[in-house]
């Protein structure tokens, strides 16, 4: 990373009635020296000035708001100033054209404040890829996890499982540089049980964690039934639109079609599958088998069935299946005796057609995406990154025991403590004497 001062735009580009430029670097209060009319000598961080916008040779280019922010209070840690100009091409061009002849004033590169707030300290490796998850939300479940992550959620539970295991580093380093000295039976006791704990925790944290991959890539929820159930006709009513063709005849859908879809603020793929039958097409077979596939991977399905013939054929299912509801469509043509049996089997009863009981089956869905989160759920693993350094955290606690020459023990230890450090992106050999000369009085 170079000492530049950087520029860029902070908002999308285009026609706005507002539009946001961040500069960042040494050269920021001579930036705001040259280009505005604010006295320098007295400005004033995280205060609004209403001032004229100027060209190098004193042209007004507009009228706009300048906020300074003086370091390391700032989001860079930087000294870094905001120009809230007006968002139109040819202002935008103009301040551009204005800052680039600057010496060491340059572009930024992507995400490059994000990696100055990095070197900087202002944020770890979890709380910057919170952000840019942040950014990429689409849904309000989505938005809540990166928020949390950005808060340091992630963070703080990977250093609190780092810091114990360099202090136990810490004892082992001593009493390397200390051959002569047999360890305590109380201290081996607490260094087994300070990695013993992270070590399960580890284990915790990483069994059936796949929630954050659902809540990133979407919940897989399949539609399956008989040809004729209706499938196509619950997908447009879950959409509210004609997303798919619907017709009597059978076989109009062979191949599975997955709907990106928000539900209740958790995203969502709805795969509409072929109707499962028996048939001697070997199109359709394709897609009959693709639509069992399907299924399997499913974390929801949506047994789907024409309940003005028959219930559901559970022998379409594979029995591996957890969650599964039972949809009966075309309510339209059912007696109240009917319907008051199906009640009793607890089965969802609509209409597709006529977009009747969709909103109960929303809220099924919805009841079983919300209770897939745990109390841990506020520590998602949001990255595959994070996963394979956990992995290989748990690979070094497991080799790890006082049995052997403790030169091992330790080097176990410090693999530990390098693969959680890479996740947040703090490897710092200096932080194991610091709790070496922290913890004894080695050379008193």
Request: aromatic share 8%; charged share 25%; hydrophobic share 40%.
């Amino acid at each position: 990373m170079d000492n530049k001062t950087i520029y860029a735009l902070s908002t999308v580009y285009g026609k706005s009635g507002v539009a946001v430029i961040r500069v960042s670097g040494p050269k920021v209060l001579d930036i705001i020296k040259n280009i505005t009319d604010i006295d320098i000598e007295n400005i004033k961080p995280r205060y609004a000035y209403f001032t004229n916008i100027k060209s190098l040779d004193n042209n007004i280019l507009d009228k706009s708001l300048v906020l300074y922010f003086k370091a390391p209070h700032s989001f860079t840690g930087e000294d870094v100033v905001e120009i809230q100009c007006h968002g139109s091409k040819a202002v935008l061009n103009s301040v551009f054209k204005t800052l680039s002849p600057i010496n060491n004033v340059r572009l930024a590169e992507a995400g490059e404040f994000s990696k100055r707030a990095f070197y900087n300290n202002k944020m770890d490796l979890t709380e910057a890829e919170g952000l840019a998850d942040l950014i990429d939300a689409e849904t309000s479940e989505q938005q809540k996890y990166a928020i949390k992550q950005m808060e340091g959620n992630l963070k703080n539970l990977y250093y609190s499982w780092r810091e114990n295991l360099l202090k136990v580093l810490s004892y082992l380093e001593a009493f390397i540089d200390f051959p002569e000295e047999d360890i305590p039976q109380n201290l081996q006791d607490d260094i087994l049980n300070s990695v013993f704990k992270v070590r399960d925790e580890i284990k915790n944290h990483l069994t059936g964690n796949n929630i954050s991959e659902r809540l990133k890539n979407g919940f897989r929820i399949t539609i399956t039934g008989a040809v004729n159930a209706g499938k196509s006709s619950l997908i447009n009513a879950l959409t509210q639109k004609n997303t798919m063709i619907v017709s009597d005849v059978a076989g109009t859908t062979r191949d599975a079609v997955d709907i990106n879809l928000d539900i209740k603020g958790y995203p969502v793929v709805i795969t509409d599958t072929a109707g499962i039958h028996k048939t001697e097409d070997k199109i359709e077979k394709i897609g009959i088998e693709t639509a069992l596939q399907r299924v399997k991977e499913a974390d929801i399905v949506l047994a789907l069935y024409d309940a003005s013939v028959g219930s559901f054929d559970n022998s379409q299912l594979p029995d591996s299946i957890s969650n599964i509801i039972y949809v009966a469509n075309k309510a339209d043509k059912l007696s109240e005796k009917q319907i008051e049996q199906i009640k009793k089997r607890k089965h969802c009863i609509i209409s597709a057609k006529y977009n009747s009981g969709i909103d109960n089956l929303i809220e099924k869905i919805t009841n079983i995406l919300s209770n897939s989160f745990s109390s841990s759920s506020s520590f998602l693993i949001t990255r595959t990154r994070y996963r394979e350094a956990l992995e290989e955290c748990l690979n070094h606690l497991e080799f790890f025991s006082l049995d052997k020459e403790i030169e091992l023990s330790a080097e176990d230890i410090r693999m530990a403590c390098r693969a959680i450090g890479t996740i947040t992106g703090n490897i710092k050999v200096d932080e194991i004497l610091d709790n070496i000369f922290g913890s004894f009085c080695i050379g008193k």
